[in-house]
């Protein structure tokens, strides 16, 4: 018995149990700041391109996949499928402003500062 390594004609590459609704921007984003941190650690390559690793961590995040699922859909390992998780979380936390600088923008915009503006009570 053989086994074969290339896909069946016609066959999607990457294994994704239901539709996942995102925009293509969205993708884009994910997958070039995967590419800037690649650059900037000066990584030669991942087992998957940026973009279909941004497929995944977003289908794990969306949906609660299973990394298991995920990662035997997509010929990986779970404890890969977790790091790329726990990477790109930590991508999008750097970019997120610190409260104090948020709460200078709003205050320089004549909004209200303070525990009632965040509660929503007047």
């Given amino acids: ?4 390594k290339e896909r069946a004609e016609d066959t999607c590459p990457s294994v994704y149990q239901c ?24 990584s030669r390559w991942r087992i998957l391109p940026p973009g279909r690793i941004a497929v995944i961590v ?12 995920m990662a035997g ?6 404890s890969t ?6 990477e790109l979380i930590g991508l ?9 600088r948020a709460l200078k923008h709003v205050a320089r915009q004549g909004g209200e500062v303070g525990t009632a503006a965040w509660i929503g009570e007047t």
């Fill in 92 to 100: 999008l936390a750097a970019q997120v402003p610190r409260l104090d």
């Fill in 81 to 86: 499928v977790r790091r790329w998780r726990d």
């Fill in 19 to 42: 539709r996942l609704p995102l925009s293509t921007r969205t993708i884009n984003h994910l997958a070039d700041l995967l590419r800037r941190r690649l650059k900037g650690i000066r």
């Fill in 1 to 4: 018995m053989t086994n074969a």
């Fill in 58 to 69: 977003l289908g794990v995040l969306r949906h609660d996949q299973r990394l298991a699922d």
């Fill in 73 to 78: 859909g997509n010929d990986v390992s779970e």
